[in-house]
């Protein structure tokens, strides 16, 4: 049997997307300390700008996972490429924020073949997974370096958590991809993850030197974005080829309104002034409720 080629066109190209979503996900997080300062502007307003972006994340998850399916998928990456990046320049020119506008967003799931009742609870409980570890990715991307100064840390180490957040989601997600390859079940691998990533979050308030500290941030990301790339490759592979998109893009789109979600209300939790123990506490409840979503999901032999 011929050895399948590995795609190194495809993986240069994507690297280099992600470099670009990635800066776009945490240049808000790094900079906030400063422009809170500057802008005079409270916890949950600045919690508010965060989630604005993450709710065109969600529209755009649902909506173009949809037109992928129907029109062309690297077509629609393109649109999609050419909208992040002209969007990204004229936030450069943004010098005044004015305010943030509040809409209503209704939108009700039209028909998707092949999910009939049997299989409807797998569905949501996937969106329910992906939901809390949005808020988990969106929160930690927005309020980490914020947090780490509440906590007693430096501006100059709190900048660099971020990064290590990042290694620790690549090295992760490599590892979860060999073990999976290797024969581990995703699912009951998700479940593990999940609940270690409840524990390593606790432990963000725990007294440790600071490499410590550095390799539980990285665990952290293992275990927040290295999971959900994880779950992407889960679900994707749940659904048949046909509305392979349009699944795994509903997964997203509401797993985004997490994000909406995350960046918020981790604004508000913060006004309260609790304890950082208290506040790491709370932050890691997501995780354990996404270790439970997937622990009620059917066998990978549930798949259609």
């Known amino acids: 049997m011929e050895q399948e080629r590995f795609p190194l066109a495809h993986f240069v190209l994507c690297f280099f997307i992600t470099i670009g979503e990635g800066y776009d996900l945490f240049i808000y997080g790094s900079v906030l300390p400063a422009i809170s300062a500057e802008w005079g502007l409270s916890a949950s307003s600045a919690g508010l700008i965060g989630s604005s972006g993450m709710l065109g994340i969600a529209i755009g998850s649902i909506g173009f996972g949809r037109l992928a399916d129907r029109l062309d998928r690297k077509k629609t990456l393109l649109i999609c490429i050419m909208l992040l990046s002209g969007f990204t320049v004229a936030c450069g020119f ?166 909406v979600a995350g960046s918020a209300l981790w604004g508000i939790l913060l006004e309260f002034e609790l304890p950082v123990q208290m506040t790491f506490l709370i932050f890691s409840f997501p995780a354990i409720l996404g270790g439970l979503a997937f622990s009620a999901i059917g066998e990978r032999s549930e798949r259609r």
């Not at 490759?233 to 048949?240: E, H, I, M, R």
Request: hydrophobic residues 50%; proline residues 4%; contains cysteine.
């Open 94 to 259: 943004a010098k005044f924020l004015k305010a943030v506008k509040r809409f209503p967003l209704e939108w009700r799931p039209s028909r998707v073949r092949l999910m009939d009742v049997g299989k409807r609870r797998n569905h949501f409980l996937f969106w329910i997974a992906c939901f809390m570890t949005m808020i988990l990715i969106f929160g930690l991307a927005t309020w980490l370096p914020e947090l780490m100064l509440r906590s007693g840390k430096s501006l100059y180490s709190s900048l660099g958590f971020p990064i290590f957040l990042n290694v620790g989601s690549i090295a992760g997600t490599i590892l979860f991809v060999f073990l999976a390859r290797r024969g581990m079940e995703a699912r009951r691998l998700l479940i593990v993850l999940y609940f270690i990533g409840a524990i390593s979050i606790c432990a963000f308030a725990g007294p440790f030197p600071l490499a410590i500290l550095h390799l539980v941030v990285m665990v952290t990301g293992a275990c927040t974005y290295g999971v959900q790339n994880i779950v992407n490759a889960y679900v994707s592979g749940y659904y048949p080829e046909e509305v392979r998109s349009t699944g795994l893009g509903l997964c997203l789109g509401w797993g985004r309104i997490g994000a």
